[in-house]
Protein backbone atom coordinates (compact mmCIF):
# COMPACT_ATOMS: atom_id res chain seq x y z
CA UNK A 1 0.00 0.00 0.00
CA UNK A 2 1.10 3.73 -1.00
CA UNK A 3 -0.12 5.83 2.25
CA UNK A 4 -0.98 5.14 5.40
CA UNK A 5 -3.14 7.63 7.29
CA UNK A 6 -5.78 8.35 10.78
CA UNK A 7 -9.17 8.32 10.51
CA UNK A 8 -10.01 11.93 11.96
CA UNK A 9 -14.13 11.21 12.72
CA UNK A 10 -17.17 9.14 11.47
CA UNK A 11 -20.07 10.19 11.43
CA UNK A 12 -23.23 8.40 10.35
CA UNK A 13 -24.85 9.59 6.88
CA UNK A 14 -28.04 6.89 6.87
CA UNK A 15 -29.06 4.12 9.07
CA UNK A 16 -26.27 1.87 7.78
CA UNK A 17 -24.07 4.16 5.87
CA UNK A 18 -20.66 5.91 7.73
CA UNK A 19 -18.93 9.36 6.31
CA UNK A 20 -14.78 9.38 7.24
CA UNK A 21 -12.81 11.84 7.47
CA UNK A 22 -8.94 10.56 7.16
CA UNK A 23 -6.24 12.71 6.79
CA UNK A 24 -4.58 13.16 3.21
CA UNK A 25 -1.86 11.61 2.44
CA UNK A 26 1.33 14.21 1.07
CA UNK A 27 1.24 13.71 -2.39
CA UNK A 28 -1.97 11.62 -3.03
CA UNK A 29 -4.36 12.75 -5.78
CA UNK A 30 -7.26 11.53 -7.29
CA UNK A 31 -9.52 12.65 -9.81
CA UNK A 32 -13.15 12.47 -8.87
CA UNK A 33 -14.83 9.35 -9.65
CA UNK A 34 -11.51 7.22 -8.98
CA UNK A 35 -11.58 3.95 -6.46
CA UNK A 36 -8.81 3.78 -4.16
CA UNK A 37 -7.79 0.23 -2.05
CA UNK A 38 -8.18 0.35 2.15
CA UNK A 39 -7.00 -1.71 4.56
CA UNK A 40 -7.53 -1.39 8.27
CA UNK A 41 -3.93 -1.15 10.30
CA UNK A 42 -4.98 -3.92 12.51
CA UNK A 43 -4.00 -7.44 13.51
CA UNK A 44 -5.90 -9.97 11.55
CA UNK A 45 -6.93 -6.95 8.78
CA UNK A 46 -3.26 -5.96 8.07
CA UNK A 47 -2.43 -8.64 5.97
CA UNK A 48 -5.65 -8.54 4.28
CA UNK A 49 -6.27 -7.76 0.43
CA UNK A 50 -7.69 -4.35 0.21
CA UNK A 51 -11.16 -3.50 -0.79
CA UNK A 52 -11.65 -0.72 -3.12
CA UNK A 53 -14.13 1.90 -2.04
CA UNK A 54 -14.28 5.88 -3.91
CA UNK A 55 -12.99 9.34 -1.89
CA UNK A 56 -16.15 11.49 -2.21
CA UNK A 57 -14.21 14.62 -1.40
CA UNK A 58 -12.84 16.81 -3.78
CA UNK A 59 -9.28 16.38 -4.91
CA UNK A 60 -8.00 20.35 -3.49
CA UNK A 61 -9.54 19.44 -0.15
CA UNK A 62 -7.12 19.29 2.97
CA UNK A 63 -8.95 15.83 3.75
CA UNK A 64 -10.44 12.62 2.52
CA UNK A 65 -13.60 11.48 3.10
CA UNK A 66 -15.20 8.27 2.45
CA UNK A 67 -18.81 7.26 2.23
CA UNK A 68 -19.10 3.81 3.16
CA UNK A 69 -21.90 1.42 3.45
CA UNK A 70 -21.85 -1.26 6.32
CA UNK A 71 -23.20 -4.95 5.09
CA UNK A 72 -23.10 -6.74 8.69
CA UNK A 73 -24.53 -9.96 7.10
CA UNK A 74 -21.06 -10.23 5.34
CA UNK A 75 -18.86 -10.00 8.84
CA UNK A 76 -16.27 -8.65 6.56
CA UNK A 77 -14.17 -5.10 5.80
CA UNK A 78 -17.14 -2.71 5.89
CA UNK A 79 -18.43 -4.11 9.07
CA UNK A 80 -15.04 -3.73 10.71
CA UNK A 81 -14.83 0.00 9.13
CA UNK A 82 -18.06 0.93 10.74
CA UNK A 83 -16.28 0.10 14.52
CA UNK A 84 -13.19 2.30 13.99
CA UNK A 85 -12.48 5.04 16.09
CA UNK A 86 -10.75 8.45 15.49
CA UNK A 87 -6.93 7.77 15.28
CA UNK A 88 -7.49 3.86 13.74
CA UNK A 89 -5.67 3.81 11.11
CA UNK A 90 -5.91 2.91 7.54
CA UNK A 91 -3.46 1.84 4.08
CA UNK A 92 -4.65 3.73 1.45
CA UNK A 93 -3.54 2.35 -2.26
CA UNK A 94 -3.33 4.66 -5.29
CA UNK A 95 -6.01 6.01 -7.06
CA UNK A 96 -7.53 3.65 -9.94
CA UNK A 97 -10.40 3.53 -12.05
CA UNK A 98 -12.05 4.42 -15.18
CA UNK A 99 -15.22 5.85 -13.84
CA UNK A 100 -14.45 9.95 -15.38
CA UNK A 101 -16.52 12.72 -15.88
CA UNK A 102 -16.76 13.31 -19.44
CA UNK A 103 -19.46 15.43 -20.24
CA UNK A 104 -23.16 16.67 -19.06
CA UNK A 105 -25.11 13.31 -19.64
CA UNK A 106 -27.34 10.88 -17.07
CA UNK A 107 -26.00 9.42 -13.52
CA UNK A 108 -27.70 5.65 -12.92
CA UNK A 109 -26.73 4.72 -10.02
CA UNK A 110 -27.92 1.55 -7.42
CA UNK A 111 -27.19 2.24 -3.31
CA UNK A 112 -23.46 2.38 -2.40
CA UNK A 113 -22.95 2.95 -6.12
CA UNK A 114 -23.58 6.84 -5.69
CA UNK A 115 -20.50 7.18 -4.32
CA UNK A 116 -18.34 7.55 -7.39
CA UNK A 117 -20.69 10.15 -8.42
CA UNK A 118 -20.96 12.36 -5.51
CA UNK A 119 -17.63 12.81 -6.19
CA UNK A 120 -18.17 13.86 -8.98
CA UNK A 121 -20.85 16.67 -9.04
CA UNK A 122 -18.99 17.93 -5.73
CA UNK A 123 -16.48 18.41 -8.60
CA UNK A 124 -19.03 20.04 -10.68
CA UNK A 125 -20.55 22.72 -8.43
CA UNK A 126 -17.27 23.48 -7.10
CA UNK A 127 -16.26 24.94 -10.69
CA UNK A 128 -19.61 25.64 -11.91
CA UNK A 129 -21.06 23.28 -14.30
CA UNK A 130 -24.30 22.47 -12.50
CA UNK A 131 -26.45 21.99 -15.92
CA UNK A 132 -27.83 19.33 -18.19
CA UNK A 133 -26.99 16.30 -15.88
CA UNK A 134 -29.55 14.27 -15.09
CA UNK A 135 -29.67 11.15 -11.87
CA UNK A 136 -31.65 7.79 -11.61
CA UNK A 137 -30.86 6.50 -8.38
CA UNK A 138 -32.68 3.08 -7.05
CA UNK A 139 -32.51 2.10 -3.41
CA UNK A 140 -34.79 -0.08 -1.03
CA UNK A 141 -36.39 2.31 1.00
CA UNK A 142 -36.41 5.95 1.38
CA UNK A 143 -34.20 5.51 4.38
CA UNK A 144 -31.06 4.02 2.45
CA UNK A 145 -30.89 7.02 -0.13
CA UNK A 146 -27.53 8.76 0.34
CA UNK A 147 -27.56 12.11 0.50
CA UNK A 148 -30.70 12.70 -0.78
CA UNK A 149 -31.05 16.51 -0.19
CA UNK A 150 -27.64 17.43 -1.95
CA UNK A 151 -28.61 15.26 -4.93
CA UNK A 152 -31.89 16.78 -5.33
CA UNK A 153 -30.16 19.86 -4.89
CA UNK A 154 -27.84 19.82 -7.36
CA UNK A 155 -30.16 17.77 -10.21
CA UNK A 156 -33.05 19.68 -9.30
CA UNK A 157 -36.04 18.61 -11.21
CA UNK A 158 -33.60 15.92 -13.02
CA UNK A 159 -33.71 13.87 -10.55
CA UNK A 160 -35.46 10.75 -9.79
CA UNK A 161 -35.14 8.15 -6.77
CA UNK A 162 -36.64 4.44 -7.54
CA UNK A 163 -37.67 2.73 -4.06
CA UNK A 164 -37.65 -1.03 -5.01
CA UNK A 165 -39.48 -2.25 -1.20
CA UNK A 166 -41.49 0.67 -0.51
CA UNK A 167 -44.70 3.22 -2.14
CA UNK A 168 -43.62 6.89 -1.07
CA UNK A 169 -45.04 9.60 -2.88
CA UNK A 170 -42.61 11.64 -4.49
CA UNK A 171 -40.40 8.39 -5.63
CA UNK A 172 -40.96 6.20 -8.34
CA UNK A 173 -41.67 2.44 -6.91
CA UNK A 174 -40.06 -0.68 -8.25
CA UNK A 175 -36.86 -1.05 -10.29
CA UNK A 176 -34.81 0.98 -13.15
CA UNK A 177 -36.18 -0.61 -16.48
CA UNK A 178 -36.03 0.25 -19.89
CA UNK A 179 -39.73 2.02 -19.98
CA UNK A 180 -39.20 4.10 -16.84
CA UNK A 181 -35.72 4.97 -18.68
CA UNK A 182 -37.38 5.98 -21.82
CA UNK A 183 -39.85 7.90 -19.65
CA UNK A 184 -36.88 10.32 -18.11
CA UNK A 185 -34.67 10.26 -20.52
CA UNK A 186 -34.81 12.20 -23.60
CA UNK A 187 -31.69 12.32 -24.91
CA UNK A 188 -29.69 9.23 -25.53
CA UNK A 189 -27.19 10.40 -27.56
CA UNK A 190 -25.72 11.51 -23.78
CA UNK A 191 -23.02 10.47 -21.34
CA UNK A 192 -24.61 7.61 -19.33
CA UNK A 193 -22.71 6.90 -15.79
CA UNK A 194 -23.75 3.78 -14.52
CA UNK A 195 -22.12 2.19 -11.32
CA UNK A 196 -24.17 -0.57 -8.65
CA UNK A 197 -23.58 -4.30 -8.13
CA UNK A 198 -22.74 -6.34 -11.32
CA UNK A 199 -25.71 -7.47 -12.61
CA UNK A 200 -27.70 -4.17 -12.50
CA UNK A 201 -24.58 -2.20 -14.66
CA UNK A 202 -25.57 -5.02 -16.63
CA UNK A 203 -28.50 -4.88 -17.15
CA UNK A 204 -28.18 -1.17 -17.29
CA UNK A 205 -25.85 -1.76 -20.47
CA UNK A 206 -28.09 -4.10 -22.25
CA UNK A 207 -31.37 -1.40 -21.42
CA UNK A 208 -29.42 2.00 -22.38
CA UNK A 209 -28.10 0.03 -25.60
CA UNK A 210 -31.63 -0.89 -26.91
CA UNK A 211 -32.62 2.73 -26.45
CA UNK A 212 -29.80 3.91 -28.57
CA UNK A 213 -27.51 4.80 -26.38
CA UNK A 214 -23.65 3.67 -27.77
CA UNK A 215 -21.49 2.17 -26.19
CA UNK A 216 -18.92 4.63 -26.37
CA UNK A 217 -20.91 7.03 -24.36
CA UNK A 218 -21.18 4.55 -21.16
CA UNK A 219 -19.11 4.99 -17.83
CA UNK A 220 -18.28 2.82 -15.45
CA UNK A 221 -15.99 0.54 -13.43
CA UNK A 222 -13.98 -1.75 -16.01
Known sequence: MKYKSSILMTEFVTHDVKRFIIGKPENFIHEPGQGVELVINKQRWKDEEGRPFTPTSLPHDQVLEFTIKCYPGHHGVTEKLHGLQPGDELFISEPFGTIRYKGPGVFIAAGAGITPFLGIC????????????????????????IC?????????????????????PGYYHGRITSELLRETVSDFSHYFYVCGPEGFV?????????LGAEVESLVFEE
Open 122 to 145: RHLVSRGNTGNHQLLFANKTKNDI
Open 148 to 168: EKELRHFFGADSFFILSKENT
Open 202 to 210: TDMHVALQS
